[in-house]
């Protein structure tokens, strides 16, 4: 059984790492547009900002550290409560149909400097090796050891991003193993191609696999967000939405921003009867930031 909060926490994911910028004006792009839409996510009733970067010029996705810094440096000067968390996802993209497989592959080292140096409270960790979309993200055990070790050392918190049965029983035995300090934080990631199902019997296998203790959350992509949303709160579990996993607000209407996605979730779980965390609650719930 995993352990239910008193409090349902709202995450952000405010613009992600998909090629996606082009499809909505809506997903920020700078580091300026990026601290504002996190900002913004925040005054909506999100205590967590789940936060990739991109080239400002292209709009396409970025490891560039100096654009992390400066997110960053902006949510923090603004004097923002937000829980802070950033991705290490980019990095384990494998496209053997290219003439150049490995260029979107780096080193462990490589995927978590940025946390290393800026020291969020959360940053994510993808137990999950598996075909997404046309090309594979690979995360070997021995990388997400090394990778867990680093962040552990850092004094932040992984939230085990899972995207399939397989990789649930990955986290747990990494779990059992001691690598993270508890409460382990797992994110059900659901919907996309070719992961478990965006629905409730997909949330549901994946739930029963979770260890003692554990914090959930789970997030559906498009038009599987807000339903997600509904069935997480339902049984138990946190939950995210933000433009990284979703552009439309309704079938056919773009979401102005993500403080629009985030008010429509706020209001899904006080329609069910929940309360949302802040994130003074959300620290002491998820065991960081001195909570």
């Not at 706020?266 to 909570?291: H, K, Q, S």
């Amino acid at each position: 059984m995993t352990t239910p909060a008193s409090a349902t926490i709202v995450s952000c994911a405010v613009t992600g790492g998909a090629d996606s910028a082009h499809l909505s004006r809506a997903v920020p792009r700078s580091p300026a547009e990026i601290a504002s839409e996190v900002l913004a996510a925040r005054a909506a009733g999100a205590a967590i900002a789940h936060i990739h970067v991109r080239d400002p010029e292209t709009g396409k996705p970025s490891r560039e550290i100096a654009y992390y810094r400066e997110v960053v440096a902006r949510i923090r000067d603004a004097g923002s409560d937000v829980v802070i968390n950033l991705t290490t996802g980019p990095g384990a993209r494998f496209a053997p149909a290219t003439n150049a497989p490995l260029a979107g592959f780096v080193s462990p080292a490589e995927r978590v400097a940025h946390v290393l140096e800026m020291r969020p409270e959360i940053c994510s960790l993808d137990v999950a090796t598996m075909n997404f979309g046309d090309w594979a993200m690979v995360n070997v055990p021995d990388h997400l050891r090394e990778m867990a070790a680093m962040i552990r050392n850092a004094g932040v918190k992984p939230e085990l991003e899972v995207f399939d049965l397989g990789h649930a029983r990955l986290a747990a035995r990494m779990i059992e193993e001691d690598l993270f300090a508890p409460p382990p934080l797992l994110q059900l990631c659901l919907g996309i191609a070719w992961g478990a199902p965006a629905t409730a019997e997909g949330m549901i296998a994946m739930k029963s696999l979770l260890p003692a203790g554990a914090q959930w959350s789970a997030f559906g992509i498009s038009r599987a967000q807000f339903p997600m949303v509904a069935q997480s709160v339902i049984l138990g579990g946190h939950v995210r939405v933000g433009l990284e996993d979703n552009l439309y607000l309704s079938r056919g209407m773009l979401a102005p921003g993500n403080a629009a996605l985030v008010e429509r979730a706020v209001r899904i779980v006080e329609e069910l009867g929940g309360a949302v965390a802040t994130p003074a609650e959300a620290r002491r719930i998820l065991g960081i930031g001195g909570a």
